[in-house]
């Protein structure tokens, strides 16, 4: 019989493989359950963090996605976007060459999907990234917790990837 040690570091090691599948559950079944709904809700927050600078190549592709179904069935929901971990600083100006992509997508979901996307200006100040390093058509918001907390109390509905 495994000793207790054994048996957390099981329990932690499993959980932590089963989380993304889990997450990623969660977020389609939120979702659906937006898309299913008589009357559009107030708003759709997307919350973003990670702990890696090349998480937006999947991420943001994959909120344009659920934008496009969830814009299809209430094309006047309001949507934010805020990203708050590591990945937020691929959308520094001195990134745009290096994430052209990531640049490019958030321009457009800025600019022509009307979608405000915010940086944690709170944990950009921890790794001395100021607000001048971000381009205009990133919103660097004081703390990404607490905007996502003030869209939420405007009656958003919150959806994690």
């Not at 932690?12 to 389609?28: E, H, R, Y």
């Not at 659906?32 to 090349?54: C, D, M, R, W, Y």
């Not at 990945?87 to 290096?98: P, R, S």
Request: proline residues 5%.
């Amino acid at each position: 019989m495994p000793n207790k040690l054994t048996l957390i570091f099981i329990l932690i090691f499993s959980n932590f493989l089963i989380t993304p599948a889990i997450l990623a559950a969660d977020t389609q079944q939120t979702i659906n359950h937006v898309l299913a709904q008589k009357e559009a809700p107030t708003g759709v927050v997307f919350e973003i963090v990670t702990g890696s600078a090349n998480s937006l190549n999947w991420a943001l592709p994959r909120v344009q996605q659920y934008i496009k179904k969830l814009r299809s069935r209430f094309p006047e929901l309001e949507i934010a976007i805020v990203t708050h971990g590591n990945e937020q600083f691929a959308l520094q100006t001195k990134n745009n060459k290096k994430f052209k992509e990531i640049h490019s997508l958030t321009q457009q979901l800025v600019k022509e999907d009307n979608v405000p996307l915010h940086v944690c200006g709170t944990y950009a100040g921890w790794k001395n990234v100021t607000e001048e390093e971000f381009p205009d058509y990133v919103d660097v918001t004081a703390a990404g917790p607490a905007t996502i907390n003030d869209y939420v109390a405007l009656g958003y509905i919150l959806i994690k990837l």
